[in-house]
């Protein structure tokens, strides 16, 4: 056990190391626009969020039941020892960690329930509403003659924002938000370079990549993922409604994913017949 925290902490710092290199680099590389462009998407493709609207009904009345819940019983007793390190920026703070605090929850309570396969229906709606349709079906073809794995499992589970290693990480990093501004950023830059790969978990999963190729693809483009991923949390932090970006966010996790294959296909075509045999 002991062990077991040593390493999880080694992991932490040189994350935290590898975070703050990239920190520039993720700024630079734009891919934060791309959960902008999910909801850009969303409101001109209304259909692909409401295919999904059950689900997104009960995220929504879960997001403000718990958000209700925790800003009732803590929102005050954080904000009083929050003003002890930030003064007047206390209740923004405050709202700031009752939001992570929610996320958390909803995550640990209501996501494999109703949310992840939502979540993984959108992604491969708006695959296919960019040009993508093939890539789905060859993802769940290669999933349903495997015999040793479960489709639904297979293409829900990736879609899980937070592992149990990752809930530890994201309960260690909370205290930051004390720090005035540069500790939010922090946050949400730490926690942007964990999660940010994870939202394109289904989209490795479609493609049939293993977990060698996963960590390639991932850290040929750390940055991009890290900027990804600070975004789709600030996003998820705003209060009652932030759920609601979940879906949004994978709206623009999809969007990504369909220019990265056309990208792909595109030099693969280019490729002359004789050079794909020796590659």
Do not use: C
């Not at 909803?106 to 993508?132: M, Y």
């Amino acid at each position: 056990m002991v062990s077991k925290s040593h390493s999880l902490l080694e992991n932490v710092r040189h994350e935290a190391q590898e975070t703050a290199t990239h920190g520039w680099q993720a700024f630079a590389s734009l891919s934060w626009l791309w959960p902008v462009r999910g909801i850009l998407f969303s409101i001109m493709h209304p259909e692909i969020i409401l295919s999904v609207r059950h689900a997104l009904l009960k995220s929504l009345v879960a997001s403000a039941v718990i958000f209700g819940v925790l800003a009732f019983f803590t929102f005050v007793p954080q904000m009083a020892i929050l003003a002890i390190f930030t003064g007047p920026l206390a209740p923004i703070i405050a709202l700031i960690v009752v939001g992570a605090e929610s996320i958390l929850l909803i995550s640990f309570l209501g996501r494999a329930l109703f949310i992840e396969p939502a979540l993984t229906h959108v992604f491969d709606a708006t695959l296919a509403a960019q040009g993508q349709s093939q890539l789905v079906r060859d993802g769940k073809a290669r999933a349903q003659s495997s015999a040793t794995r479960n489709v639904g499992s297979a293409l829900v589970k990736p879609l899980q924002a937070f592992s149990k290693d990752g809930m530890i990480r994201y309960l260690l990093t909370l205290p930051l938000n004390m720090i005035p501004v540069v500790g939010t950023v922090l946050f949400l830059l730490y926690n942007g370079h964990t999660s940010g790969p994870v939202w394109h978990s289904h989209y490795f999963e479609l493609k049939g990549f293993s977990k060698s190729q996963r960590t390639a693809f991932v850290e040929n483009k750390r940055a991009e993922y890290t900027a990804f991923g600070m975004m789709t949390l600030l996003f998820n932090f705003i209060p009652l409604v932030g759920l609601l970006f979940s879906f949004t966010n994978t709206v623009g996790a999809a969007l990504w994913a369909a220019q990265l294959e056309a990208r792909a296909n595109l030099i693969d075509s280019q490729v002359p017949p004789d050079q794909k045999k020796t590659q």
